[in-house]
């Protein structure tokens, strides 16, 4: 059974920082590009950060270059978003995806709520 499960949200000041993981399991973790998106109230859903499956490779939004660092660790199944200098504008539910291109697989995690709120 595929699980992504993330944790790590809740509310904090504008300027403060939070730490995001994902714990997969029920599949090939090492074999898998590893995503964060988010989706704001009224908003689509949008890619913040991504990972290649070794490691190494990062792509991230515009909107959060220089705040905010995905990281994976293989050998425990979870990736990370560090993100730093929350902004308001941050605020929305954050979902972990793991997507194998070839042959293609893709999953979800159910969330978690992030609320950057003075």
């Known amino acids: 059974q595929v699980q992504l499960v993330e944790s790590g949200g809740g509310l904090v000041q504008p300027g403060g920082s939070l730490r995001l993981s994902c714990a997969a399991s029920g599949f090939t973790f090492s074999r898998y590009i590893m995503s964060w998106y988010r989706q704001a109230p009224g908003k689509e859903r949008e890619l913040v950060a991504a990972?290649?499956?070794?490691?190494?490779?990062?792509n991230y939004a515009d909107s959060v270059k220089g705040r905010f660092t995905i990281s994976r660790d293989n050998a425990k199944n979870t990736v990370y978003l560090q993100m730093n200098s929350l902004k308001p504008e941050d605020t929305a539910v954050y979902y972990c995806?793991?997507?194998?291109?070839?042959?293609?697989?893709?999953?979800w995690g159910q969330g978690t709520q992030v609320t950057v709120s003075s």
């Open positions: 995806k793991a997507e194998r291109p070839s042959p293609y697989y893709v999953y």
């Open positions: 990972i290649a499956s070794a490691g190494g490779i990062t």
